[in-house]
């Protein structure tokens, strides 16, 4: 990756949430941190997960944004992801919605894989869908 520079967790939310349809969805984002990522990347990432927060847990979701000590992580407390289909969902054409594609999330392992990180999918806090994204580089380290 050649386009790497430093990019603020909430500003890339903020901006992603504005290109997404949410309807009556919300966001909070509990990091101001920058982390070192190619941006239009990142943002493509980020857009990726709001989406499929918004398609597979309804208008009303609830999406978070925050830091992890190594990474950041989106969840949202949607039905959430069995755990004996969270690696499944990276798979093209995997989706569970009328709506989805089974697209968004192998494109968001690619861009995680491009910048050499890691991304687990685990059970959120309010028992949606947590995506963990790792071994990642913060611009003031």
Known sequence: MSDISPVSL???ADDCWET???ADATLE???SRAILADRTRLHQLFENLIRNAVEHAGDDVSVSVGELADGFYVE???PGIPADAREDVFEVG???SDRGTGFGL???QQIV???DWEITVREGAAGGARFEITDVSFADE
């Open 113 to 115: 894989n491009a910048h």
């Open 29 to 31: 984002v509990e990091s």
């Open 20 to 22: 997404v349809a949410t």
């Open 76 to 78: 949202d407390d949607g």
């Open 94 to 96: 995997y989706s569970t």
């Open 10 to 12: 909430d500003t890339i």
């Open 106 to 108: 192998r494109i968001v």
